[in-house]
């Protein structure tokens, strides 16, 4: 589905191009004993989060509470690039990837119900069903479509049915998932917090458990939280089925912007914040950065670990100026990633050498190579279509599109720059959201700047919706065909051997790699800071911060 932050995400930022603030922290004029120091809740600044109801969990900032709240049936590890059950104690696929059972552990709300497979179903029922309780107190889930392929999806979004026909709950410990079409990397998909089972409550008392939800994860709600209250306050689930957590109890502090949060963590207030791309060097030098990996230690406390999404230009292969393949691969060379992100971002994105993430499993280094930065190569395929006339132009000329209030000025000014270079005249229109949806579905435009984020850390989450032909009237924007490209999404999909299934998926990749139909910058990250009271915290992407393996120091 394209949405606003399919357009919108990712921005640099108004302040992004500023002078570096001091990066120090501001010792506190009477810091305490270390005792005191010790027993004090571990504190974590967040942006205001949109929902902290899983139904309605579609921002960073929300995720990061549902995260500490819900156990989903699986968990993927960014570190080892490997599923393992959460909620669940086991699962069988069906030979044709289309029937999945899970069996669940024993476990218990935090209210001291017994989690059952129905809660499961009302979960997603919840987030799917425009009309259930949940979206009337918010709106309708933006994470519906995640379970898209389940039976009976289309018909209970539409209204004409009153549940989720594809889950069904044999007895209270086995979920059965019928789908419509085949899709291996289902139990990825099901490791998304906002999967989590959600109790009775949540459909007796909506507007109750919107403010203070009620989970099945390491934390709970110490009390509601009402949007505009400065801080949500969490608690150790002593009844917790797995682990317990290592901390007794976490503030989230609320911050309107990165630039409060992060004035608030050099004078003590907090111990965890995202970082401000324009503060990333001196932080990363003042505190550590973490070279390998995203866990903070003792002795380094600033994090970027690299995220799901991708940035990139759309190519409109349709199109009369991009539809040679030969041009969309020399524009992809002439773009110089490394200055995007190590100087404009501070080394707080990543040069895209494709459209797989590396947090993804399966991806490969230079998967895409025309992702290079290689001028002289790029010169040299467009000699052979638009050579250089009198004039040093080229008679090439490219319109880009992206959303006025996105803060992606000084990124499009530098790829018009790279262009020109090479002899390609590049004239970038800034529109606002709405036209440059209607734009995009009218096929009005050669180049279009948008992100890409997967919700699940797989090869298919970017592939499918991007570059197979059925999506062409929705996420495929580049209009992209290839028969082979789709023999092989489509087999991948049936693919329960993962290894075999990643294969067949790099297979694709390649092609489509080969072929430009857009044009990877960047890969997005999220830079965090650490007080040095942290002796090891875990931070992955979509805001999964690991509260509940947190170690503070003496």
């Not at 989970?215 to 509601?224: I, K, T």
């Not at 911050?255 to 003590?268: G, K």
């Not at 707080?348 to 050498?353: E, G, I, K, M, Q």
Request: hydrophobic share 40%; glycine share 8%; aromatic share 8%.
């Amino acid at each position: 589905m394209l949405d606003r932050r399919t357009f919108i995400g990712g921005a640099l930022g108004a302040a992004a191009l500023g002078a570096f603030s001091a990066c120090g922290r501001i010792a506190a004029e009477d810091p305490g004993s270390g005792d005191v120091a010790a027993t004090q809740p571990l504190s974590v600044c967040i942006a205001p989060p949109r929902s902290i109801d899983p139904c309605g969990a579609t921002d960073t900032s929300s995720l990061a509470v549902v995260w500490q709240l819900f156990d989903s049936l699986t968990s993927f590890d960014f570190a080892t690039g490997e599923l393992a059950c959460l909620a669940a104690d086991r699962y069988e696929v069906s030979d044709d990837a289309r029937t999945f059972t899970f069996h669940l552990r024993q476990a218990t709300f935090q209210n001291g119900d017994t989690v059952t497979s129905a809660d499961f179903k009302r979960a997603w029922e919840r987030i799917v069903n425009p009309a259930s309780a949940a979206s009337e107190e918010t709106e309708p889930s933006g994470l519906a479509n995640m379970l898209s392929v389940i039976e009976g999806y289309a018909e209970l979004r539409a209204g004409t049915a009153r549940e989720l026909a594809g889950v069904s709950c044999p007895d209270d410990a086995t979920l059965s998932i019928a789908l419509r079409t085949p899709y291996a990397d289902l139990p990825y998909v099901l490791a998304h917090p906002a999967l989590g089972p959600v109790p009775v409550l949540a459909d007796e008392d909506p507007e109750s458990f919107a403010a203070q939800p009620v989970g099945n994860g390491p934390f709970q709600m110490a009390r509601s939280w009402e949007p505009g209250t400065a801080q949500i306050e969490l608690a150790r689930f002593d009844a917790y089925a797995g682990e317990p957590a290592t901390l007794a109890s976490v503030h989230l502090e609320i911050a309107e912007d990165v630039e409060q949060a992060f004035q608030r963590f050099q004078t003590d207030e907090v111990d965890v914040c995202r970082c401000p791309v324009r503060d990333a060097h001196g932080a990363a030098s003042s505190l550590g950065r973490v070279e390998d990996g995203s866990v903070m230690t003792g002795d380094d406390h600033f994090v970027c670990c690299t995220g799901l999404a991708t940035s990139m230009l759309a190519c409109n292969v349709q199109g009369q100026a991009l539809g040679n393949a030969d041009v969309r691969r020399a524009l992809s060379l002439a773009i110089d990633r490394a200055y995007l992100a190590d100087t404009l971002y501070r080394e707080t994105r990543r040069a895209a050498d494709g459209v797989v993430s590396p947090a993804i499993a399966g991806y490969r280094e230079a998967a895409w190579p025309y992702a290079a930065y290689d001028t002289a190569r790029a010169e040299e395929l467009l000699d052979a279509v638009y050579p250089v006339l009198e004039d040093d132009a080229r008679g090439l000329t490219v319109r880009l599109l992206y959303n006025a209030d996105g803060g992606h000025r000084e990124v499009i000014e530098a790829v018009v720059e790279n262009l020109a270079k090479v002899g390609v005249t590049c004239e970038p229109e800034d529109v606002d959201i709405e036209t440059l949806r209607e734009r995009v579905a009218a096929r009005d435009f050669d180049l279009v700047r948008m992100d890409w984020a997967t919700d699940a850390p797989v090869m298919d989450g970017v592939l499918f919706p991007l570059f197979f032909s059925g999506n062409a009237s929705s996420t495929n924007v580049s209009g992209y065909h290839d028969e082979r490209v789709d023999e092989l999404l489509a087999t991948a999909r049936t693919t329960l051997e993962e290894a075999n299934r990643i294969a067949l998926l790099q297979e694709a990749d390649a092609a489509i790699g080969r072929d430009c139909p857009v044009i990877p910058l960047l890969f997005q990250g999220a830079p965090y800071v650490g007080s040095e009271r942290i002796e090891e915290l875990s931070i992955a992407p979509q805001g999964r911060i690991d509260l509940a393996r947190a170690q503070l120091g003496d």
